[in-house]
């Protein structure tokens, strides 16, 4: 098992390109879920999915969209890239959301948006 | 609201010296809270959880409602407890949702 797959690691955007951030999981989890992390802050979550076709906001989803068209995939979507998008974004899974269950997360992609 | 709180950005100890990261939430249910840890280019992962009532390396945390804290604990710190760790609660939804802390990231020098 893989595990939770982020691509890219790493990507440096201009101001107003557009990206898509990727996550895919192989644990046949339900639910997934998008946190950025900046300095200081802690995670923020922006978007999250509890299953495929579901989606819904967070605590920070302005300049964000999401789809979950499949169980395994959960991309993040940036339309115009903004410095105050500049951040570290972590992708996470669960199988459900019962007691204690806990989160896996995805090695990170660092962006940039200069 | 439900917000979760460390006051602590960096805490220094030496190594063998006990340990205290702290974690003040607030929720007005009854709180699931766990502790995350992100070790030096490793993913962010799970080191322990309230209703577990386990010690993960040493670690323990307690629950304790009164004070709304969740204070993380090791009686003697290893340069490998090095790392950053997140306080989070579980919010009132059924979604899974975690509501993380700023973090702290401790520094273990030997």
């Known amino acids: 098992n893989a595990g939770v797959t982020q691509t890219p690691k790493f990507r440096i955007l201009k101001i107003g390109q557009s990206m898509t951030l990727q996550c895919a999981q192989d644990?046949?989890?339900?639910?997934m879920y998008w946190y950025r992390q900046d300095p200081g802050m802690g995670l923020k979550l922006i978007y999250y999915?509890?299953?495929?076709?579901?989606?819904d906001k967070g605590e920070v989803p302005n300049g964000y969209n999401v789809s979950r068209s499949t169980t395994e995939d959960f991309p993040l979507r940036l339309e115009l890239a903004a410095p105050s998008q500049t951040s570290v974004y972590f992708c996470?899974?669960?199988?459900?959301?019962?007691?204690?269950?806990?989160?896996?997360f995805g090695s990170g992609t660092q962006l940039s948006v200069l | 609201a439900q917000r979760v709180t460390q006051p602590e950005k960096l805490l220094s100890v030496f190594k063998g010296a006990p340990v205290e990261l702290k974690c003040n939430y607030s929720?007005?249910?009854?709180?699931?809270l766990f502790w995350y840890v992100q070790y030096s280019r490793q993913r962010l992962q799970l080191l322990l959880r309230?209703?577990s009532r386990e010690s993960i390396k040493g670690f323990t945390a307690d629950l304790n409602k009164g004070e709304t804290s969740f204070h993380l604990k090791k009686p003697f710190a290893q340069e490998e407890d090095s790392a950053m760790y997140y306080c989070?609660?579980?919010?009132?939804?059924?979604?899974?949702?975690?509501?993380f802390g700023q973090g702290t990231t401790l520094q273990v020098k030997p």
């Open positions: 929720y007005s249910g009854s709180p699931e």
């Open positions: 996470a899974s669960s199988y459900r959301a019962g007691v204690s269950e806990k989160l896996f």
């Open positions: 309230h209703i």
């Open positions: 989070a609660l579980k919010g009132s939804s059924n979604t899974g949702k975690l509501i």
């Open positions: 999915s509890v299953g495929a076709g579901i989606t």
């Open positions: 644990m046949n989890h339900n639910y």
